[in-house]
C-alpha cells in the first residue's frame, strides 16, 4: 500500500465549486486526480469485513471509487455485492474488471436515485465527498435503502480541513447529532487502525437502522 508520504487529499477542485456532480468527478477518474485513493482495502474495513460470517449479506458500496473493498468482499466469497457510483469512466473500467463474475452488481447513477434494499452499507469516503448541504439527506438515504436492522459501517473525518474541500471534515459531535435520528449507534470510535497518514483523524462507525 503506497500511502506513506500521502497527504488527506481528496482531488483538485476550485474550492468555490459548490456543484460537485457528474462531471466533476468523472474529470477526476480521467486525469487520475484520486488522491483519496489508498491503492488498497482500508485497514479498518478489512478489519471488519474478516468479522463478518453471513456471505449472503446484501452489502452496497455507495461513490465506490476503485473499490478495493469489493474486491475483498469478493475474495473472501460474498456473493451480493452492489457499487455505485456517478462516474462513467471508473465505471466502465469496472465493469471490464468485474465482468466474469456475477456476484457483483455495478451501478452507473446517482446514489441519492438509488433504489433497493441492504444489509450492509459501506462507508469509505463517499459521506466526505459531498457537499456537507446534503448530510441530512444522505442520512434519510441510508434509511430507505437499509432493510429493517441493516447496518452503515465505515469511516468518517474526525476532523475539520483548513481547505475547503472534497474532502469535507467534521467532529463526532456532529455525527453523533446527525444520525440520532433513525440510528441506534453500535459504534463511533476514533480508529486503532488507521492508514498512517489518517492517524488520529478517522472516526469508525456502527450505525444500524432503527427497528
Known amino acids: 500500500m503506497e500511502t506513506k508520504n500521502k497527504e488527506i487529499v481528496c482531488c483538485s477542485c476550485d474550492p468555490k465549486e459548490k456543484d460537485l456532480g457528474q462531471q466533476f468527478w ?3 477518474y480521467q486525469s487520475n486526480t484520486t488522491g483519496w485513493d489508498l491503492g488498497a482495502v482500508s485497514p479498518p474495513l478489512k478489519t471488519y469485513i474478516d468479522q463478518l460470517q453471513n456471505k449472503n449479506l446484501r452489502i452496497l458500496i455507495p461513490g465506490c471509487g476503485n473499490t478495493y ?5 469478493l475474495q473472501q466469497g460474498f456473493a451480493n455485492v452492489t457499487l455505485i457510483d456517478i462516474a462513467p469512466t471508473l465505471v466502465t473500467k469496472l465493469k471490464g ?6 456476484s457483483i452488481n455495478i451501478i452507473l447513477g446517482d ?3 438509488h433504489s433497493g434494499a441492504y444489509d450492509l452499507i459501506l462507508e469509505q469516503t463517499f459521506f466526505c465527498a459531498l457537499n456537507p448541504s ?3 439527506a444522505y442520512r434519510d438515504k441510508m434509511l ?6 441493516g447496518k452503515l459501517t465505515g469511516l468518517l473525518f474526525n476532523k ?15 455525527y453523533e447529532q446527525l444520525f440520532k435520528t433513525g440510528f441506534k449507534f453500535i459504534t463511533c470510535e476514533p480508529c486503532y487502525n488507521s492508514v498512517a497518514p489518517r492517524a ?11 427497528l
Open 160 to 174: 475539520v480541513f483548513e481547505k475547503e474541500g472534497p474532502p469535507f471534515g467534521g467532529s463526532k459531535q456532529e
Open 111 to 113: 446514489f441519492f436515485e
Open 134 to 136: 446534503l448530510r441530512t
Open 200 to 210: 488520529d483523524s478517522e472516526l469508525f462507525i456502527i450505525l444500524q437502522k432503527a
Open 26 to 28: 468523472d474529470n477526476q
Open 144 to 149: 430507505t435503502l437499509l432493510a429493517p436492522g
Open 97 to 102: 474488471k468485474f465482468k466474469d463474475n456475477k
Open 69 to 73: 473493498e469489493a474486491e475483498y468482499l
